[in-house]
T-cell receptor, first 115, second 109 residues
Framework: DTGVSQNPRHKITKRGQNVTFRCDPI?????LYWYRQTLGQGPEFLTY????????KSRLLSDRFSAERPKGSFSTLEIQRTEQGDSAMYLC?????????????FGPGTRLTVT | AQRVTQPEKLLSVFKGAPVELKCNYS??????LFWYVQYSRQRLQLLLR??SRESIKGFTADLNKGETSFHLKKPFAQEEDSAMYYC???????????FGKGTTLSVSS
């Protein structure tokens, strides 16, 4: 499978614990995005990278959230001191320029449950 | 404010009926508009981009800047079209997508 992959697919954690998710983009894609999706809502943007540079962060992204893409390939999203409100599906996408626009390809997501 | 509105949570039609999934947007500037689809137990995938003006799986969408709309249409629905559809916009090339809340399309025979 040459698509975007995410690990783990599911994570259950207790409130207050730290969690880290990984995203492996499609290899030739230079942009990588993180989104969060809760029930009944569309995905909400969190942050994105071009190569290893973090270009934009949403105001939704509290200080407990941090993302990295150290070598411009895979990315990690860490949530410190998790809260029940962090329970959501975390989606990763990658993109490249095609035909004048960037098409974002999504991974399967990591479902986080905070108990 | 930048916003995408999909007014219908659920649209139920019979096989062979026409389908129109509505999408309105609010954006100061010239956004790029997209439709994404999520079939049951599958990941989100791109269906259409306004910039390419193509027809995918019989679906088309026309950007109406005057009405700030990007409705998705198909003349004859098929059962395999049943899925969740999201309209999304991007402010300028390659930046974050802003999604609507989605519309579930249910096609029955």
């Amino acid at each position: 499978d040459t698509g975007v992959s995410q690990n783990p697919r599911h994570k259950i954690t207790k409130r207050g614990q730290n969690v880290t998710f990984r995203c492996d983009p499609i290899s030739e894609h230079n942009r990588l995005y993180w989104y969060r999706q809760t029930l009944g809502q569309g995905p909400e943007f969190l942050t994105y990278f071009q190569n290893e540079a973090q270009l934009e962060k949403s105001r939704l992204l509290s200080d407990r959230f941090s993302a990295e893409r150290p070598k411009g390939s895979f990315s990690t999203l860490e949530i410190q001191r998790t809260e029940q409100g962090d329970s959501a599906m975390y989606l990763c996408a990658s993109s490249y320029l095609r035909g004048g626009s960037y098409e974002q390809y999504f991974g399967p997501g990591t479902r986080l449950t905070v108990t | 404010a930048q916003r995408v509105t999909q007014p219908e949570k659920l649209l139920s039609v019979f096989k062979g009926a026409p389908v129109e999934l509505k999408c309105n947007y609010s954006y100061s500037g010239s956004p790029e508009l997209f439709w994404y689809v999520q079939y049951s137990r599958q990941r989100l995938q791109l269906l259409l981009r306004h910039i390419s003006r193509e027809s995918i799986k019989g679906f088309t969408a026309d950007l109406n800047k005057g009405e700030t709309s990007f409705h998705l249409k198909k003349p004859f629905a098929q059962e395999e079209d049943s899925a969740m559809y999201y309209c999304a916009l991007s402010g300028h090339q390659g930046t974050a997508l802003i999604f609507g809340k989605g519309t579930t399309l249910s096609v029955s025979s």
